[in-house]
């Protein structure tokens, strides 16, 4: 058994690979494995232990941990609702991430009667056009467009989620007024790290750190409506945008949005822009502990010990934690306590994951000094 390095973190988010199995071929999925290795996925029988360990680790803590239900496609998965209810037992709020195309009247009856407390639905574009060439699918806007319309019926909350690129950044303002028509409680926007596929779309699609940075002041112009709830995800660099810009107070103050976002505030816990090992943690289809499923550093395995260890014992972890071990830039700016950079790009640049951010445009006043 590990020692304890971190006994006071607390963990928000787990997000589960459910399985490896998916219907599509984004152009920008983290994943690299094929759905022949889908008998890899952990068994009804293995998944129950997880999240027995997770609920054992959430009653630890003042808080239980959120369950995301992620893959590949978990609809593809056929004792998903079956690890819902038993999540559900145990006091773990469950929420789906799924592409939508796989929902029609009878899974979202299912997704409502299993208490799934949300569901996300990747809209990659405001247009079939624009959409259907990231999801490499004819149809899959459409389809996605149906499922939620299901969702809708059966008045479970969605959100919509969108990976920002080069071929789809124009269309935020559209995505937004598009999730507002369709009823969604929140909008996600996906920052582009380049691992999995996503490597080589990288090479064509990805925004530079100016144009990052501008996406930023737009997402912060929407988000200053108050319509939606609005969250970036690897985007750290908006904690500092929003700060800058005036805006976070207002943002954190009662009734702005609709929705709670998981890992921001409640139960003494600090804005944070990166949460890899902080508050989040992803379990692999196999089993493997992630930092975040953008951050290929193995911490460990939930067949081979128990969630908790991993969580509380990874070195790996405690040096994530540790904002004062950030390098480069990063490691001097006044904001890397809320911000801290993607841990993610940084490694995929560098093989260092405390190295500086590669995409932020924001140069600190103490490296000009």
């Known amino acids: 058994m590990k020692k304890p390095l971190q006994s006071k973190q607390i963990l928000r988010l787990l997000f589960w690979e459910s399985t490896i199995r998916c219907n599509l071929a984004c152009a920008h999925c983290r ?3 094929s759905d022949e290795q889908a008998h890899r996925d952990l068994t009804t029988e293995q998944a129950k232990t997880l999240i027995e360990q997770l609920a ?28 819902v209810k038993q999540a559900r037992s145990l006091g773990i709020t469950p929420a789906l991430a799924t592409n939508g195309t796989l929902i029609n009247t009878t899974a979202a009856e299912q997704i409502r009667d299993s208490g799934i407390a949300r569901v996300s639905v990747s809209l990659d574009g405001a247009t079939a056009e624009v959409h259907n060439k990231l999801r490499q699918l004819e149809g899959s806007f459409e389809r ?15 959100q919509i989620n969108i990976t920002l690129t080069k071929h789809n950044a124009g269309q935020l303002e559209d995505i937004y007024d598009l999730a507002k028509s369709l009823g969604a409680v929140a909008v996600h926007i996906f920052m582009l790290v380049p691992v ?58 009662a009734g702005h949005g609709r929705g709670d976002v998981p890992g921001r505030s409640g139960h003494g816990g600090a804005s944070k822009g990166c949460l890899a090992g902080l508050g989040v943690l992803f379990v692999g289809h196999q089993g493997d502990v992630f930092p975040c499923g953008y951050l290929p550093v193995n911490c460990g395995n939930v067949l081979e010990e128990k969630l908790s260890d991993i969580w509380y014992g990874s070195e790996d972890l405690a040096r994530m934690r540790d904002s004062s071990k950030l390098e480069g830039k990063c490691g001097v700016c006044e904001y890397k306590q809320v911000c801290g ?29």
């Open 196 to 253: 999995g596929c996503g490597q080589s779309l990288a090479e064509t699609d990805m925004l530079s750190p100016e144009q990052y940075e501008q996406k930023m002041l737009d997402i912060c112009e929407l988000d200053g409506r108050g319509e939606l709830q609005m969250k970036v995800t690897c985007g750290p660099h908006y904690e500092r945008v929003i700060r800058q810009q005036g805006l976070y107070k207002s943002r954190t103050e």
């Open 144 to 158: 996605a467009i149906e499922g939620i319309g299901y969702l809708r019926d059966q008045k479970v909350p969605f």
């Open 56 to 83: 054992e680790l959430g009653r630890s803590q003042p808080m239980m941990p959120i369950l995301v239900f992620s893959g590949g496609e978990p609809l593809c998965r056929e004792d998903l609702f079956e690890l």
């Open 341 to 369: 950079g993607c841990r993610g790009r940084a490694y995929a640049g560098t093989g260092n994951y405390m190295a500086e951010e590669p995409f932020c445009a924001y140069v600190p006043p103490e490296v000009t000094r």
């Open 31 to 33: 994943r690299i494995e």
